[in-house]
Protein backbone atom coordinates (compact mmCIF):
# COMPACT_ATOMS: atom_id res chain seq x y z
CA UNK A 1 0.00 0.00 0.00
CA UNK A 2 2.76 2.45 0.35
CA UNK A 3 3.97 2.13 -2.68
CA UNK A 4 0.79 2.92 -4.20
CA UNK A 5 0.28 5.77 -1.96
CA UNK A 6 3.58 7.49 -3.12
CA UNK A 7 2.12 7.22 -6.55
CA UNK A 8 -1.00 8.32 -5.94
CA UNK A 9 -0.17 11.16 -3.96
CA UNK A 10 2.36 12.31 -7.36
CA UNK A 11 -0.26 11.57 -9.20
CA UNK A 12 -2.45 14.18 -7.15
CA UNK A 13 0.66 16.38 -6.59
CA UNK A 14 1.27 16.14 -10.31
CA UNK A 15 -2.41 17.30 -11.18
CA UNK A 16 -2.32 20.32 -9.19
CA UNK A 17 0.39 21.90 -10.41
CA UNK A 18 -1.02 21.06 -14.11
CA UNK A 19 -3.83 22.97 -12.74
CA UNK A 20 -1.93 25.58 -11.11
CA UNK A 21 -0.04 26.26 -13.81
CA UNK A 22 -2.92 26.39 -16.09
CA UNK A 23 -4.67 29.09 -13.76
CA UNK A 24 -1.51 31.09 -13.69
CA UNK A 25 -1.47 30.79 -17.32
CA UNK A 26 -4.86 32.28 -17.62
CA UNK A 27 -4.45 35.08 -15.06
CA UNK A 28 -1.41 36.36 -17.34
CA UNK A 29 -3.56 36.34 -20.12
CA UNK A 30 -6.17 38.11 -19.01
CA UNK A 31 -3.68 41.01 -17.73
CA UNK A 32 -2.49 41.07 -21.01
CA UNK A 33 -5.54 41.42 -22.91
CA UNK A 34 -6.59 44.28 -20.11
CA UNK A 35 -3.47 46.10 -20.50
CA UNK A 36 -4.02 46.11 -24.09
CA UNK A 37 -7.34 46.75 -24.49
CA UNK A 38 -6.85 49.36 -21.88
CA UNK A 39 -3.40 51.22 -23.81
CA UNK A 40 -5.47 50.72 -27.32
CA UNK A 41 -3.34 48.00 -28.97
CA UNK A 42 -2.76 48.42 -32.30
CA UNK A 43 -4.67 46.44 -35.57
CA UNK A 44 -1.57 46.87 -37.47
CA UNK A 45 1.33 49.21 -38.61
CA UNK A 46 3.01 50.60 -41.56
CA UNK A 47 5.64 52.85 -42.69
CA UNK A 48 5.90 55.68 -45.86
CA UNK A 49 8.51 57.65 -47.26
CA UNK A 50 6.96 60.37 -46.64
CA UNK A 51 4.19 61.70 -43.92
CA UNK A 52 0.51 61.36 -44.93
CA UNK A 53 -1.65 65.06 -45.49
CA UNK A 54 -4.60 64.98 -43.18
CA UNK A 55 -6.81 64.65 -46.18
CA UNK A 56 -5.04 61.78 -46.64
CA UNK A 57 -5.54 60.08 -43.06
CA UNK A 58 -9.21 61.95 -42.70
CA UNK A 59 -9.51 59.59 -46.13
CA UNK A 60 -8.39 56.43 -44.57
CA UNK A 61 -10.35 57.26 -41.29
CA UNK A 62 -13.72 57.19 -43.65
CA UNK A 63 -12.58 53.99 -44.79
CA UNK A 64 -12.29 52.61 -41.72
CA UNK A 65 -8.66 53.04 -40.23
CA UNK A 66 -8.16 55.10 -37.61
CA UNK A 67 -4.14 56.09 -37.76
CA UNK A 68 -1.70 57.73 -35.53
CA UNK A 69 1.97 58.85 -36.26
CA UNK A 70 4.65 56.51 -34.57
CA UNK A 71 7.45 58.18 -36.18
CA UNK A 72 10.83 57.70 -34.23
CA UNK A 73 14.72 58.22 -34.35
CA UNK A 74 17.36 55.79 -33.41
CA UNK A 75 20.01 57.54 -31.11
CA UNK A 76 22.87 56.66 -29.49
CA UNK A 77 21.98 55.95 -25.25
CA UNK A 78 24.03 55.07 -22.32
CA UNK A 79 26.97 52.42 -22.82
CA UNK A 80 26.93 52.22 -26.32
CA UNK A 81 23.13 51.24 -26.61
CA UNK A 82 20.42 52.72 -28.54
CA UNK A 83 17.19 54.22 -27.99
CA UNK A 84 14.38 54.31 -29.97
CA UNK A 85 12.92 57.38 -30.05
CA UNK A 86 8.70 58.17 -30.34
CA UNK A 87 7.01 61.63 -29.16
CA UNK A 88 4.40 60.97 -26.22
CA UNK A 89 0.65 58.53 -28.14
CA UNK A 90 -2.59 60.15 -27.67
CA UNK A 91 -5.07 57.08 -28.76
CA UNK A 92 -3.08 54.21 -30.00
CA UNK A 93 -0.16 51.90 -27.96
CA UNK A 94 -0.72 54.59 -25.24
CA UNK A 95 1.98 54.18 -22.58
CA UNK A 96 1.36 52.23 -19.49
CA UNK A 97 3.87 54.00 -16.54
CA UNK A 98 4.97 52.16 -14.32
CA UNK A 99 6.18 55.17 -11.84
CA UNK A 100 6.48 58.58 -12.43
CA UNK A 101 4.77 61.03 -14.99
CA UNK A 102 5.20 61.57 -18.94
CA UNK A 103 7.42 63.80 -20.45
CA UNK A 104 5.51 67.01 -21.03
CA UNK A 105 8.93 69.36 -21.40
CA UNK A 106 11.55 69.98 -23.31
CA UNK A 107 14.55 67.79 -22.28
CA UNK A 108 12.42 65.12 -20.59
CA UNK A 109 12.23 61.28 -21.21
CA UNK A 110 9.84 58.12 -20.70
CA UNK A 111 12.17 54.93 -20.51
CA UNK A 112 11.13 51.37 -21.07
CA UNK A 113 11.21 49.70 -17.51
CA UNK A 114 13.54 46.53 -18.58
CA UNK A 115 15.75 48.81 -20.24
CA UNK A 116 15.62 50.91 -17.16
CA UNK A 117 16.53 48.00 -14.61
CA UNK A 118 19.02 46.72 -16.50
CA UNK A 119 20.96 50.15 -16.42
CA UNK A 120 20.32 50.68 -13.17
CA UNK A 121 18.13 54.11 -13.96
CA UNK A 122 15.14 55.48 -12.20
CA UNK A 123 13.00 58.59 -12.07
CA UNK A 124 14.58 61.45 -11.15
CA UNK A 125 18.07 60.63 -13.08
CA UNK A 126 19.42 62.19 -15.96
CA UNK A 127 20.53 60.44 -18.79
CA UNK A 128 22.90 61.04 -21.76
CA UNK A 129 20.79 60.22 -25.55
CA UNK A 130 23.21 61.53 -28.48
CA UNK A 131 25.52 63.89 -26.18
CA UNK A 132 22.18 65.98 -24.80
CA UNK A 133 21.34 65.34 -21.42
CA UNK A 134 17.62 64.02 -20.15
CA UNK A 135 15.94 63.41 -17.10
CA UNK A 136 13.74 61.21 -16.73
CA UNK A 137 10.49 61.45 -15.58
CA UNK A 138 8.65 58.16 -15.74
CA UNK A 139 9.28 54.52 -16.60
CA UNK A 140 6.68 52.12 -17.90
CA UNK A 141 5.94 49.74 -21.27
CA UNK A 142 3.49 50.09 -24.78
CA UNK A 143 2.15 47.26 -26.12
CA UNK A 144 3.27 47.52 -29.10
CA UNK A 145 7.11 46.91 -27.91
CA UNK A 146 5.74 43.83 -25.00
CA UNK A 147 8.69 42.00 -27.32
CA UNK A 148 11.33 45.08 -27.26
CA UNK A 149 13.39 44.21 -30.59
CA UNK A 150 15.16 46.42 -32.95
CA UNK A 151 14.42 44.87 -36.33
CA UNK A 152 10.90 42.40 -36.98
CA UNK A 153 13.13 40.02 -37.92
CA UNK A 154 14.99 39.70 -34.42
CA UNK A 155 13.35 36.80 -32.38
CA UNK A 156 15.37 37.70 -29.23
CA UNK A 157 15.41 41.22 -27.67
CA UNK A 158 18.78 42.27 -26.04
CA UNK A 159 17.37 44.88 -23.92
CA UNK A 160 20.67 46.24 -22.70
CA UNK A 161 21.80 47.38 -26.31
CA UNK A 162 18.59 48.27 -27.29
CA UNK A 163 14.87 49.66 -26.09
CA UNK A 164 12.71 52.51 -26.54
CA UNK A 165 11.71 56.24 -25.50
CA UNK A 166 9.22 59.02 -25.02
CA UNK A 167 9.43 62.79 -25.02
CA UNK A 168 7.14 65.59 -25.81
CA UNK A 169 6.02 66.71 -29.14
CA UNK A 170 7.86 69.84 -28.77
CA UNK A 171 11.25 68.10 -28.29
CA UNK A 172 10.68 65.47 -30.81
CA UNK A 173 10.13 68.04 -33.39
CA UNK A 174 13.25 69.65 -32.43
CA UNK A 175 15.00 66.59 -32.96
CA UNK A 176 13.69 66.30 -36.39
CA UNK A 177 14.63 70.05 -36.72
CA UNK A 178 18.41 68.59 -36.61
CA UNK A 179 17.98 66.84 -39.70
CA UNK A 180 18.21 63.41 -38.32
CA UNK A 181 16.93 60.38 -40.30
CA UNK A 182 13.37 59.76 -39.24
CA UNK A 183 11.07 56.40 -40.02
CA UNK A 184 7.60 57.89 -40.75
CA UNK A 185 5.23 55.17 -39.20
CA UNK A 186 2.08 54.83 -38.68
CA UNK A 187 -0.21 52.81 -36.16
CA UNK A 188 -3.62 51.81 -37.47
CA UNK A 189 -6.79 50.55 -35.56
CA UNK A 190 -9.41 49.04 -37.83
CA UNK A 191 -13.26 49.57 -37.18
CA UNK A 192 -14.55 46.63 -39.03
CA UNK A 193 -15.13 48.04 -42.27
CA UNK A 194 -12.00 47.65 -43.98
CA UNK A 195 -9.35 44.92 -43.85
CA UNK A 196 -5.72 44.82 -43.73
CA UNK A 197 -5.57 43.90 -47.49
CA UNK A 198 -7.73 46.54 -48.44
CA UNK A 199 -5.91 48.85 -46.21
CA UNK A 200 -3.07 47.55 -47.51
CA UNK A 201 -3.93 48.40 -51.46
CA UNK A 202 -5.16 51.57 -50.84
CA UNK A 203 -1.84 52.50 -48.91
CA UNK A 204 -0.18 51.54 -52.38
CA UNK A 205 -2.52 53.27 -54.54
CA UNK A 206 -1.40 57.13 -52.48
CA UNK A 207 0.33 59.62 -53.93
CA UNK A 208 2.76 61.47 -52.41
CA UNK A 209 5.28 64.50 -53.16
CA UNK A 210 8.94 63.39 -53.87
CA UNK A 211 10.59 66.61 -52.90
CA UNK A 212 9.32 66.07 -49.06
CA UNK A 213 11.16 62.89 -48.74
CA UNK A 214 13.89 62.82 -45.98
CA UNK A 215 15.98 59.93 -45.75
CA UNK A 216 18.82 60.28 -47.82
CA UNK A 217 19.23 56.88 -49.25
CA UNK A 218 15.64 56.59 -50.49
CA UNK A 219 16.02 60.36 -52.13
CA UNK A 220 18.82 59.01 -53.53
CA UNK A 221 16.86 55.85 -54.81
CA UNK A 222 14.17 58.01 -56.19
CA UNK A 223 16.62 60.35 -57.79
CA UNK A 224 18.30 57.29 -59.69
CA UNK A 225 14.94 56.13 -60.55
CA UNK A 226 13.63 59.71 -62.09
CA UNK A 227 16.97 59.90 -63.62
CA UNK A 228 16.23 56.52 -65.43
CA UNK A 229 13.03 57.58 -66.69
CA UNK A 230 14.36 60.78 -67.89
CA UNK A 231 17.10 58.99 -70.19
CA UNK A 232 14.30 56.43 -71.47
CA UNK A 233 11.73 59.69 -71.97
CA UNK A 234 14.70 60.82 -73.73
CA UNK A 235 15.50 58.08 -75.46
CA UNK A 236 12.28 57.36 -76.69
CA UNK A 237 11.85 60.81 -78.21
CA UNK A 238 15.25 60.15 -79.95
CA UNK A 239 13.59 57.57 -81.41
CA UNK A 240 10.97 58.87 -82.59
CA UNK A 241 12.47 62.06 -84.21
CA UNK A 242 14.64 59.22 -85.98
CA UNK A 243 11.56 57.98 -87.14
CA UNK A 244 10.48 60.44 -88.35
CA UNK A 245 13.35 61.45 -90.66
CA UNK A 246 13.45 57.72 -91.73
CA UNK A 247 9.68 58.84 -93.09
CA UNK A 248 10.51 61.79 -94.33
CA UNK A 249 13.87 60.07 -96.43
CA UNK A 250 11.35 57.40 -97.35
CA UNK A 251 9.22 60.07 -99.00
CA UNK A 252 11.63 61.80 -100.46
CA UNK A 253 12.76 58.18 -102.02
CA UNK A 254 9.48 57.71 -103.28
CA UNK A 255 9.05 61.17 -104.77
CA UNK A 256 12.43 60.76 -106.50
CA UNK A 257 11.70 57.49 -107.85
CA UNK A 258 8.00 58.84 -109.47
CA UNK A 259 9.95 61.70 -111.14
CA UNK A 260 12.82 59.26 -112.66
CA UNK A 261 9.70 57.16 -113.98
CA UNK A 262 7.99 60.32 -115.72
Known sequence: WARYGALAFLIIFSLGLVVSMAGSTDVVNYTIDTNNKKNQLEDGEFSVY???????????????????????????????????????????????????????????????????????????????????????????????????????????????????????????????????????????????KLTDSELKEKLVDLDFDKTKVANKYMQEIIDTIEKGKNDLSGGVNDLADGTQKLANGANSLKQGTNELAE
Open 50 to 192: VPLTENQQQELEKMGARTEAAFYVDLSGPEKSVLRIFKNRNSINTIELEEGRLADQRGEIVLEKHYAEKHGIRVGQSIEVDQKNYLVTGIGTVPDYSNVVQNVSDVLADLKQFSIGFVSESEFNQLLAEDINVEYNYSYKLDG
